[in-house]
């Protein structure tokens, strides 16, 4: 089992940033894939950001300029700088990571963008 722990959510007023962590710990062996979810009331969860292995990323065009996604294999760690952060970014954010074919969620963290 692979265990991921989110880090670094909060309030933060429109156009400005937050940078989220999150770190995998448990039986890891080589993490493939590593990346962000987010949910907002009364939606569905949807793809922020993925980064692989290898460093290549794919983003979800709502963010794309915005917000970077980033990792170090050696901490089994991903991170998501937000910048220029709108309203509508307020979301429960979602860490995700797949593992030989199985995949694992962290429990969620709160991002409000609010003035």
């Known amino acids: 089992q692979v265990q991921l722990v989110e880090s670094g959510g909060g309030l933060v007023q429109p156009g400005g940033s937050l940078r989220l962590s999150c770190a995998a710990s448990g039986s890891i062996f080589s993490i493939n894939t590593m990346g962000w979810y987010r949910q907002a009331p009364g939606k569905q969860r949807e793809l922020v950001a993925i980064i692989i292995r290898s460093g290549a990323t794919t983003y979800a065009d709502f963010v794309k300029g915005r917000f970077t996604i980033s990792r170090d294999n050696a901490k089994n760690t991903v991170y998501l700088q937000m910048n220029s952060l709108k309203p509508e970014d307020t979301a429960v954010y979602y860490c995700?990571?797949?593992?030989?074919?199985?995949?694992?969620w962290g429990q969620g963290i709160q991002v409000t963008v609010s003035s």
């Open positions: 995700y990571c797949n593992q030989l074919g199985s995949g694992y």
